[in-house]
């Protein structure tokens, strides 16, 4: 069982930056591959980049590509996302998702292919 606490969420203005952290603890997390989702207000949970166990393979959801950057540190036990020129439309509460994965390169981008969830922060961009 893996266990996820994220962090790192607050208000900022558009053009700014966050960056959140993702802490696992259980079972040894190098053997998951990591996500974030994001959900707005009367939206559907939604992708927004994820990276594989081992190698570094990552996915990008097409609205944050170019401005987000997921990325893990396995000694630490945690997974980051690095989130630059913030939008309004960005606000949402981010989710950390982590599932097993026996494949070292492989990235997953669809929610019911996680397993384990955070309980999420949330990131408010005014404008």
């Known amino acids: 069982q893996v266990q996820l606490v994220e962090s790192g969420g607050g208000l900022v203005q558009a053009g700014g930056s966050l960056r959140l952290s993702c802490a696992a603890s259980g079972r040894t997390s190098s053997s998951y591959a990591m996500g974030w989702f994001r959900q707005a207000p009367g939206k559907e949970r939604e992708f927004v980049a994820s990276i594989s166990r081992s190698d570094g393979s990552t996915y990008y959801a097409d609205s944050v590509t170019g401005r987000f950057t997921i990325s893990r540190d396995n000694a630490k036990n945690t997974v980051y996302l690095q989130m630059n020129s913030l939008k309004p439309e960005d606000t949402a509460v981010y989710y950390c998702?982590?599932?097993?994965?026996?494949?070292?390169?492989?990235?997953?981008?669809?929610?019911?292919?996680?397993?384990?969830w955070g309980q999420g922060t949330q990131v408010t961009v005014s404008s």
């Open positions: 998702a982590a599932r097993w994965s026996g494949s070292q390169s492989r990235a997953y981008v669809k929610s019911d292919e996680y397993s384990h």
